[in-house]
C-alpha cells in the first residue's frame, strides 16, 4: 500500500500522467507497472524476506554447534560450499532477470489488447473485425508465450543448481564428519555409542548445510523481485525526473500565470507558433491573441489544422514553438475535452467533478436544473437519486450524446468565467444545443469553441479564428 500511494503521489504530480502515457514513449504500460508489478513484488518480498531474517541466527547457532562437535573443519567446508555454489548462482541467475522484464512487458500489451477491444467493442462489431482482432490477440499471445518459454529456458540451469547444491548438501555433511572420525577423535568411543555420536554430528552438520541451501532455494523468487524491481525502479525514476523538471520550470511558468490588473485578459498569446507532435509541420505561426470574458471565439479550421492543439497549447499540455503564453488565472478557466471523461462515483460526483460535492440544497438544485435543462433527467430516474451509483461504470452506460450533454452539465455547474470547448456538440441535437449556449450567457461564461461553421447554427461568436495548414 505504502508503495503504491508513493507511485500514485508521483503519477498524479501535476501532469506527470499526461507526459507518460501521451507525450513519451519511454516506458510500456506505468498502469501494469503500479498494479501487477508491484502486487507481485510484495508478495515475492513477503516470502523471501522471512526466510532472509531467520537465516543470520539459525546459521550462527548451527555454526556454533557443528564447531564444538567436528571443528572448525566443519564449519569452513559448509561455508565453501556455499560460497562457491553461491558464486556459480550469481551467474545462472543472471541471464533471467532481463527476460523476467520482458515477459512483464509482454504481459502488459497482452492484457492492454484485450482492454482495448473491450472498450471498442462496438466499434469493433459495427466493423466485423473480429476476425483481424484474433488474429492480434494470438499474434500477442504467441510473442507472450515466446517470452515465457525463454524465461523458462533460462530458469532451467537455475533451477538444477539449486537441486543440486540441495542433494549435494547431504554428501558434505557426511564428509565432514568423517574428517573426525578418521583423525581418531573419537578413538575412545565405544562401537556401540560411536553411532549416536555420528547420527548427532550429522544432524547439525546437514541442518548447517539446509541453513544455506534454504537462501539457494530462494532464487526463484529473487529472479521475479529483480525483474519487477527494475520495472517499479524505472518508472519511479522517471516520475521524479519529471516532478524534479516541473520544480525547476516554476520560475518559468510563472510567466505564464499573472495577477495583474483586474482587466487584463485572461489568456494573452503573443506570436504564438506550434508545430504537429507527428511530423513537427508547422500548424500555426505567429497567432496573438487575448482571451477574455467579453466576448465568445470560434476556432475553426479543416481536420488536422491544429485547432484542438491551439487548446492544448494555451492549457500547457504542449509547449509551442515560439512566442509567449500567459494567463492571468488558471482557475477561472475550465476545458472541456473532445472525448468526455467521466470518473468513477455517483452523478453527483460526475457534476462536480474536478472539485468535490459540497451536498448542499443549492447544489443539489443547480444540478437538478441543469440536467433537466439538458436532457438528462431521466439518469435521475434511472439511478433513483444524484447519489445513487449505476452497477456498471458510467462510460460505458450512457451514449456519446449522454456523455457530451453530462460534460455541458459539468461546466455549467462550475460556473468558468472562460470555458474552452472542443467540438463540445458534435453529437447534441439543435434545440438542446441553443439551450446550453443560452445558459453559458445567463451565467456570465465565455466560450472558446473549437469546431466546424456547419455546426455552430443558432450560436454567433464574436471572433472567429481560423487555422488553416495547407494539405
Known amino acids: 500500500m505504502i508503495l503504491t500511494e508513493d507511485l500514485h503521489r508521483l503519477y498524479y504530480s501535476s501532469r506527470t500522467h499526461y507526459t507518460l502515457n501521451v507525450l513519451e514513449d519511454v ?84 492484457r492492454h489488447l484485450h482492454a482495448s477491444v473491450r472498450a471498442h467493442s462496438e466499434s469493433i462489431a459495427f466493423l466485423d473485425g473480429v476476425a483481424v482482432e484474433q488474429v492480434n490477440s494470438n499474434r500477442q499471445l504467441m510473442n507472450l508465450v515466446r517470452a515465457q518459454m525463454r524465461v523458462v529456458n533460462r530458469q532451467l540451469p537455475l533451477n538444477i543448481g539449486v537441486h543440486l547444491f540441495d542433494y549435494l548438501g547431504s554428501i558434505i555433511s557426511f564428509l565432514v564428519i568423517a574428517v573426525p572420525i578418521f583423525n581418531g577423535t573419537y578413538d575412545g568411543v565405544k562401537p556401540e555409542d560411536l553411532s549416536g555420536v555420528i547420527s548427532k554430528n550429522a544432524f547439525v552438520t546437514i541442518y548447517l548445510i539446509s541453513c544455506f541451501s534454504s537462501l539457494v532455494d530462494l532464487s526463484g523468487g529473487v529472479t521475479v523481485i529483480c525483474g519487477n524491481t527494475h520495472r517499479i525502479g524505472a518508472l519511479r525514476e522517471r516520475m521524479l525526473k519529471h516532478v524534479h523538471d516541473e520544480d525547476l520550470q516554476a520560475v518559468a511558468q510563472k510567466h505564464r500565470t499573472s495577477s495583474g490588473a483586474g482587466d487584463r485578459p485572461l489568456v494573452q498569446l503573443a506570436d504564438v507558433s506550434y508545430n504537429c507532435p507527428r511530423d513537427n509541420e508547422p500548424l500555426v505561426e505567429k497567432l496573438t491573441l487575448s482571451l477574455d470574458t467579453s466576448r465568445n471565439v470560434l476556432v475553426t479550421g479543416h481536420s488536422g489544422s491544429g485547432k484542438t492543439m491551439l487548446l492544448r497549447v494555451i492549457k500547457g499540455l504542449r509547449e509551442q514553438s ?150
Open 27 to 110: 516506458l510500456d504500460n506505468p498502469d501494469q507497472r503500479m498494479t501487477q508489478d508491484v502486487d507481485r513484488f510484495c508478495q515475492r518480498i513477503a516470502e523471501v524476506l522471512p526466510a532472509v531474517c531467520i537465516a543470520p541466527f539459525t546459521t550462527a547457532y548451527y555454526t556454533y554447534k557443528c564447531a564444538a562437535i567436528s571443528g572448525w573443519s566443519g564449519p569452513v567446508s559448509a561455508f565453501g560450499f556455499f560460497l562457491v555454489f553461491a558464486i556459480i548462482n550469481k551467474f545462472l541467475l543472471s541471464p533471467v532477470v532481463p527476460r523476467v522484464y520482458e515477459q512483464e512487458r509482454q504481459e502488459g500489451k497482452f
Open 322 to 471: 515560439s512566442g509567449t503564453v500567459k494567463t492571468k488565472d488558471e482557475h477561472s478557466m475550465l476545458f472541456m475535452p473532445q472525448i468526455p471523461w467521466l470518473t468513477v462515483g455517483s452523478l453527483r460526483n460526475q457534476i462536480a467533478y474536478p472539485s468535490l460535492p459540497t451536498h448542499s440544497d443549492g447544489e443539489e438544485r443547480d444540478m437538478v436544473y441543469l440536467l433537466e435543462l439538458a436532457g438528462l433527467e431521466h439518469l435521475l430516474r434511472s439511478s433513483y437519486s444524484l447519489d445513487a451509483e449505476l452497477d456498471a461504470a458510467w462510460y460505458d452506460a450512457l451514449s456519446p450524446g449522454e456523455k457530451q450533454r453530462l460534460s455541458w452539465v459539468r461546466m455549467l455547474y462550475q460556473r468558468p468565467p472562460l470555458a474552452f470547448l472542443d467540438e463540445p456538440t458534435s453529437a447534441v441535437d439543435y434545440g438542446v444545443k441553443s439551450r446550453l449556449y443560452e445558459e453559458c450567457a445567463k451565467r456570465h461564461i465565455a466560450v472558446v469553441v473549437v469546431g466546424y461553421q456547419h455546426e455552430m447554427q443558432g450560436w454567433i461568436a464574436d471572433v472567429t479564428i481560423t487555422t488553416c495548414k495547407d494539405k
